[in-house]
């Protein structure tokens, strides 16, 4: 066996889980049997009145007309409707209606009525925000002012960067009425998610990047960061047999299983083929050629690798697994009025990348690090810097589809990359846009960019200290 795949990575945690389900079936059996006994002998009786099916409604109006395209409506009350240019369909319309609201909508001219459907959108809108804001007004990490939500950075300031409405709805939907520990980890992944958003220094970027992200089922890690697709063009050169074994089963060990890679070592086989064992603490004779320690084999992918990889575009690119791909903010197209332009691009699987490349990746990319979710793309938005993770199998191209696939456990070596020199890092984004002019630069103070980014590494701080080594559970010793 080359690559282990996904389904016998989730198969070694089958039987545990089906001595738990067996434990909550028995329970379940033993619920039903008592409550059909406590039903046995105790009649079932109807509340409520019966419901007279028969029984119409009467019609919104007292009479209406059509006459030389003037439609005229009397209402119940008396009040008169009127609409002029009105047409045989109007009068329809009037005739099926079943409450007044419809009969105001027909008689309501075309423009008026685009401008009041508008109007009442944003109404929606205002009191969606405030209902959720409501939930959230009591928690410390929030502020609210003017209608708008705003998120509290480490030293009790608010970050001038209100936070979207389906964001809000989000958060509160995770605090509350439950604050449980899964619903814990994913309210403050969504808290690093939007304090790197607020790095961004495209406001339009941030403003969209969740909507997008929600809409075609993305998934963010323990850190913030987003997971994503795109296709590269292979090459001769390497192992290339190696690589994607390490890849794999590295972020396999890690998702699936949500151990540590650093207790499993890699062997080859007289075949050629690569497997992995448990590390032992005791010596042991294991068959086959030792090639190393998991992790230590991932962090030393890049070595690996010379142009075992590169874009379908110009075929130039040297795109390596476990590095990180970068190029100056300023040189990409921050335009979203532009679906195809100058960055790097990544997508949903609503985006056909089959055309790009002969091998399917997943890919990291930082929210700060977002140029642009281009209007009316299907699926695919463009940065200026992502993380090769790993290859995929064919088969597996939609890994994330598959909900044992866990993002949350994975993302620490980017992570760690992307906090270097931070601060920095983001004081030249926000000076490379200065170098464009497509739009206006939000109000975001040096001071504000030093409170986001120690909010960031307390936060990260905080998470090394909570991690949790799962390696005391239950795992086969061999696993070829």
Not at 49 to 73: G, H
Not at 227 to 255: C, H, I, M, P, W
């Amino acid at each position: 066996m080359s690559l282990f795949s996904l389904s016998w990575f989730k198969s070694q945690n089958q039987k545990k889980k089906e001595e738990l389900e067996l434990e909550a079936v028995e329970l379940q059996v033993q619920i039903l049997r008592n409550k059909k006994e406590q039903l046995k002998n105790s009649p079932i009786k109807y509340i409520g009145e019966p419901i007279d099916e028969e029984k119409t409604p009467s019609k919104p109006y007292k009479k209406v007309k059509l006459v030389n395209n003037v439609l005229t409506i009397v209402l119940n009350d008396g009040d008169t409707l009127t609409k002029t240019e009105a047409s045989m369909e109007d009068f329809q319309a009037v005739r099926n209606a079943q409450s007044e609201s419809e009969l105001f909508t027909i008689a309501t001219p075309e423009p008026l009525l685009l401008k009041q459907r508008e109007i009442e959108e944003e109404i929606k809108k205002a009191e969606q925000i405030n209902s959720f804001a409501e939930n959230l007004k009591d928690h410390p990490d929030f502020v609210q002012e003017d209608g708008s939500v705003f998120l509290v950075g480490k030293n009790g300031e608010k970050i001038p960067r209100s936070i979207p409405a389906l964001l809000v709805e989000k958060f509160a939907s995770l605090l509350y009425p439950t604050n449980n520990e899964d619903t814990k980890e994913e309210y403050e992944a969504l808290k690093k998610f939007w304090l790197k958003c607020c790095l961004n220094p495209n406001a339009q970027s941030a403003e969209d990047l969740y909507a997008f992200l929600s809409h075609h089922q993305f998934k963010i890690d323990r850190h913030g960061n987003f997971y994503a697709y795109r296709r590269v063009v292979s090459k001769q050169g390497g192992n290339r047999e190696l690589v994607d074994f390490v890849s794999n089963t590295y972020n396999k060990v890690k998702a699936v299983w949500k151990k540590n890679p650093e207790k499993y070592e890699v062997f080859q086989n007289t075949d050629g083929t690569y497997t992995f064992y448990k590390t032992k603490e005791t010596d042991a004779i294991y068959p086959g050629t030792w090639i190393g320690n998991l992790k230590d084999l991932y962090l030393d992918l890049p070595n690996m690798q010379k142009k075992m990889f590169t874009s379908a575009r110009t075929g130039k690119e040297d795109y390596r697994v476990g590095e990180v791909i970068s190029m100056p903010r300023y040189e990409g197209d921050d335009n979203n009025q532009f679906t195809c332009s100058r960055g790097f691009h990544a997508a949903s699987k609503a985006y056909d990348y089959s055309g790009f490349g002969d091998t399917p990746i997943l890919v990291i990319i930082n929210p700060m690090d977002v140029l642009a979710v281009p209007v009316g793309e299907v699926g695919k938005l463009r940065t200026c810097r992502w993380f090769f993770a790993m290859t995929l199998p064919e088969d597996e191209k939609y890994i994330l589809d598959d909900e044992e696939f866990n993002t949350l456990e994975l993302g620490d070596i980017f992570e760690e990359k992307c906090q270097t020199d931070l601060t920095n890092y983001v004081a030249n984004s926000f000076a490379e846009e200065v170098k464009r002019h497509t739009f206006t630069l939000p109000s975001i103070s040096a001071k504000n960019i030093n409170n986001i980014v120690a909010s960031l590494e307390e936060m990260s701080a905080t998470l090394s200290k909570r991690i949790v080594d799962l390696d005391e559970l239950q795992v086969d010793e061999l696993v070829d």
